[in-house]
């Protein structure tokens, strides 16, 4: 008898071989977190960060957590917190495609009137503004490319800087190129010129033939490239000094860089019995255009009030003589005023002007019109327009924008394309404070001034919150478009009733510069520069 092992061997074999076949092979970890496919991490609040497929190659643990790990101090200077900080990690994760994230506000902690920004911040650095995200709802929403801190604020603005002029009575004022304004008015008998540095120091003051012989003939001042201060006053008297008897002519004249008076200058004015400056520009090429009214002696002669126009070059050379602009009526009884002027960007002026029907029967033209000239001189056609139907007290202040488009404040703001076409959405008027009643100039004409993202409507404001008492004066900004800006209406003031007289934008410090008086007592001319924002 043979005995076989084989057999049996076998058996043990195939039993290890089918045991190994039912357990299948050797086991792994699952992977966690999100990974090509995408998908969505929700964290405390109803934060959440959306990851779309593709945005990641391989599989990523994602948090949310707040306020996280050590953030960077928020909210920083000039920004209030309007919510907590929520930490996205892993910090410095990158992704193939844009990830949604949202972070919760609280709507009681914004101020009336203002949107919430998203700021974010990397360990260690300081929190930068994400402009592109959006409110929906009581959230903030964004799409980044990598993970970071993220907290909601809102700006605040700070305060203005305040500098005293004097007794004297500014009337209006300019930018000055590489920063700082040219402010110029009145002083007793004469008027004055000064140039005040970025940091409010009066550089230097010179004086110029002016008075005030009516109410519209207050000094105009504007700035060549180059830094040549040009002045349009009103004077009853000739260059010796002596009586015009009665006569009132405009006198322009100019000043160098160092305020010292230029040759060639001044020139005048004298059309009719009155002649009144209204507004002066100057080109890129150091060319002035000067407008104003003419009126005559008889104040009865209504349709003798006619606006004109006139320019020289930097050398005082005439480029085009004083002469009557048509603003398209001649009907009697007619007083036909000019209000303000303004270059267009691509060559070119804008000039408005006030209908007056002083006849008992109402006159069809009377309300605030605009007139549109080429570089050429020539009138652009459709042009003038007639936007108002009544007519203001005060003037017809007037900006440009970037694509040449006009705006013209009198009683309503109104937008006007190039072409002549009114702009979608105006006129209008100007937003109501959540806190205080905000009212154009009671002094002097209503103020506009243009800058690339919107308008600045300097104007007086009561009881409003942090009022000083009285009238206090304050700057409105406007987007493009008419809406209320983030950050305003700034205000400054004193315990007394203050009058705003003009305001300007300084391109080269990016400031808001607003001329104002104190009110009783002694009236003393006041400066401010705001961040223009």
């Known amino acids: 008898m043979t005995l076989s092992l084989v057999g049996p061997r076998l058996a043990a074999g195939a039993f290890l071989l089918s045991l190994l076949a039912a357990c299948g092979p050797a086991s792994t970890n699952p992977p966690t977190g999100i990974g090509p496919d995408g998908g969505t991490v929700n964290g405390p609040n109803g934060s959440q960060a959306v990851i779309p497929p593709g945005a990641l190659m391989s599989f990523v643990d994602i ?40 972070i919760p506000f609280n709507p009681s902690l914004v101020p009336a009137g203002e949107t919430p920004r998203l700021y974010r911040a990397q360990p260690g650095e300081t929190y930068g503004w994400l402009a592109d995200a959006v409110v929906t709802g009581n959230f903030l929403e964004v799409t980044v ?16 800087q305040t500098y005293e002029l004097g007794q004297r009575q500014p009337t209006h004022l300019a930018p000055y190129p590489g920063g700082g304004v040219v402010v110029t008015g ?52 000739d260059e010796a000094g002596v009586s015009l008897g009665g006569r009132t002519d405009v006198r322009v004249t100019s000043f160098n860089p160092q305020g010292a008076q230029r040759p060639g200058w ?36 209504h349709d003798s009030y006619r606006p004109w126009l006139a320019s020289w070059t930097e050398a005082a050379v005439v480029r085009t003589a004083p002469a009557v602009v048509d603003f398209g009526g001649t009907a009697s009884s007619r007083r036909i005023l000019a209000a303000d002027i303004a270059l267009k960007a691509g060559g070119g002026l804008y000039l408005t002007a006030r209908i007056a029907g002083m006849s008992v029967v109402i006159d069809p033209g009377t309300g605030v019109h605009l007139h549109s000239f080429d570089a050429a001189g020539a009138a652009v056609d459709g042009f003038p327009l007639r936007l108002s139907m009544d007519t203001p007290t005060h003037g017809a202040s007037l900006a440009v924008g970037q694509d040449d488009s006009a705006y013209v404040l009198g009683k309503e703001l109104y937008g006007v394309t190039k072409l002549g076409a009114g702009m979608m959405g105006f006129p209008k008027s100007l937003p109501s404070l959540a806190q205080g009643n905000f009212t154009l100039s009671t002094a002097y004409q209503p103020i506009l001034t243009a800058t690339p993202g919107g308008l600045y409507v300097p104007g007086e404001v009561a009881e409003h919150i942090g009022s000083k008492g009285g009238m206090d004066v304050a700057v409105q900004g406007l987007t493009l478009d008419g809406s209320q800006r983030a950050l305003f209406p700034r205000f400054t003031g004193t315990s007394t009733d203050d009058n705003v007289i003009n305001a ?30």
């Open 63 to 102: 948090a949310i957590a707040s306020p996280g790990s050590e953030p960077p101090p928020f909210p920083p200077a000039n920004i209030i917190a309007v919510g907590d900080v929520y930490e996205f990690t892993p910090h410095g994760q990158t992704f193939a495609k844009p990830v949604l994230v949202r």
């Open 145 to 160: 490319d990598s993970f970071s801190y993220l907290a909601p604020g809102v700006p605040v603005a700070p305060p203005a």
């Open 186 to 237: 009145l002083a007793q008998a004469e008027a004055f010129v000064s140039l005040v540095a970025p940091n409010g120091t009066v550089t230097w003051t010179s004086t110029t033939r002016g008075e005030r012989t009516l109410l519209t003939s207050e000094p105009r001042v504007a700035v060549g490239p180059t830094g040549n201060v040009y002045v349009a006053t009103a004077t009853g008297s």
């Open 266 to 301: 001044p020139q005048r004015v004298r059309l009719n019995f009155h002649n009144l400056p209204a507004g002066l520009v100057v080109d890129g090429q150091d060319n002035v255009y000067v407008y104003g009214t003419t009126a005559p002696q008889d104040a009865l002669q």
């Open 504 to 533: 300007v934008r300084d391109v080269s410090n990016d400031s808001l510069w607003l001329l104002w008086m104190t009110g009783s007592g002694t009236p003393t001319a006041q400066l401010s520069r705001f961040p223009a924002n």
